[in-house]
């Protein structure tokens, strides 16, 4: 019996992990959501999360139609220090 990958042959890659930024009272993390059912409370989660174990004070919502590409304006991009993103069913 021969056992087949039905999602075809396929390359992995190593990516190294995104550089950690300090979190603290002066930083402006983004929480960005998409329409769909829950991602709004998962996120307020995680503002609770980062407010009480790092003391971020500041937070910025970015959200948009999830049948929609992320049109993110340069404000919010300057704005931000490091954006969470969620998108949720």
Request: charged fraction near 25%; aromatic fraction near 10%.
């Amino acid at each position: 019996m021969e056992l087949m990958n039905p999602c075809g042959a396929f390359d992995v890659k190593s990516t190294p992990l995104a550089p950690r930024i300090e979190f603290g009272p002066g930083a402006t993390v983004g929480l960005f959501a998409n329409d769909k059912k829950n991602a709004d409370v998962l996120l307020e989660h995680v503002g609770r999360g980062l407010r009480e174990s790092y003391g971020v004070e500041r937070f910025r919502w970015f959200r948009k139609e999830a049948t929609q590409p992320a049109a993110f304006t340069d404000e919010f991009i300057a704005e931000c220090h490091a954006v969470v993103g969620a998108v949720c069913d």
